[in-house]
């Protein structure tokens, strides 16, 4: 099938570089955590659903009327067992992503994919002192999601990754209903040509009962010859329920001075349950 971008002497070859160029490497897409994101919860086996829509039509290293439309489905399911490791708690977890993306180049549809992305699964040990909370973790994005080489919108990487996680959140004042929680992840993708990413979540929070608002954000760092940033604040507003173990956070995201990637806006809403 052929593209034909008007009076723009572009080839597929040329926007495969570009797209190339401006895509990150890592599966661990930011915005999912915000305030007390970093606090592992008490034993128990969670369920936690997050509906994330991305937007962007800002990207230098692409003609004008370029654009990327992403939605995802996370189903996150984790168990938090009684086992002690080092004085820490034990936990469990795997992500299952269902992503529909749309990207657009010149104005010109180039292509449209939906399907499962890559499984995660991993081990997580927490901490918890009187004023403060420690995460640590580890876990492998394996290779098993929806790809296709000859596509440029594929759910699925193609390759899998090892990613490590560290994180803290303390309790501000004597209170403790003003909160900073920062969660920081490195993804290691596997293969030479692939870059290393750092990526860490934040959010300044304030209690309110059973619920909690906030400022937050996230900043990504790309290692390598692939110099990719992104940066982005917003606003939380998340609700718990003890009657029904059942919570629940909206949040949305605007991105600022990102560097060689499109820069746009995220949406995100949660939905988690504890059984």
Do not use: C
Not at 38 to 59: E, F, Q, R, T
Not at 180 to 207: C, H, Q, T
């Amino acid at each position: 099938m052929r593209f034909f971008l008007g009076t723009l002497s572009l080839s597929i070859t040329a926007l495969s570089l570009a797209i190339t160029a401006s895509a990150s490497d890592s599966h661990y897409v930011p915005g999912l955590e915000g305030v007390k994101g970093s606090v592992l919860p008490p034993p128990g086996i969670y369920y936690k659903g997050y509906l994330v829509g991305y937007n962007a039509d800002k990207n230098d290293s692409l003609p004008s009327d370029s654009k990327v439309d992403v939605t995802a489905l996370a189903h996150r399911v984790a168990w938090v067992t009684p086992k002690k490791v080092l004085g820490g708690d034990l936990a469990f977890e795997a992500v299952l992503p269902v992503l529909k993306t749309d990207l657009k180049i010149a104005g010109q549809e180039i292509d449209e994919r939906t399907g499962l992305g890559d499984l995660y699964v991993g081990g997580i040990v927490g901490w918890h002192g009187t004023r403060w909370d420690v995460t640590t973790g580890a876990g492998y994005w394996s290779d098993t999601g929806d790809f296709d080489a000859r596509r440029f919108a594929s759910p699925g990487k193609g390759y899998g990754s090892v990613m490590l996680s560290l994180g803290g959140n303390v309790k501000i004042n004597s209170t403790g209903d003003i909160t900073f929680s920062a969660l920081s992840r490195y993804e290691m993708p596997n293969g030479n040509d692939r870059n290393d990413e750092l990526i860490v979540e934040w959010g300044l929070g304030k209690s309110f009962g059973l619920i909690d608002a906030g400022l937050i954000g996230y900043n990504t760092f790309e290692t390598g010859d692939g110099d990719e940033e992104r940066n982005a604040l917003g606003l939380s507003l998340g609700y718990f329920s003890p009657r029904n173990l059942l919570g629940g956070d909206v949040a949305a995201y605007k991105e600022y001075s990102n560097k060689n990637t499109f820069e746009g806006t995220t949406l995100r809403a949660s939905l988690t349950k504890v059984f």
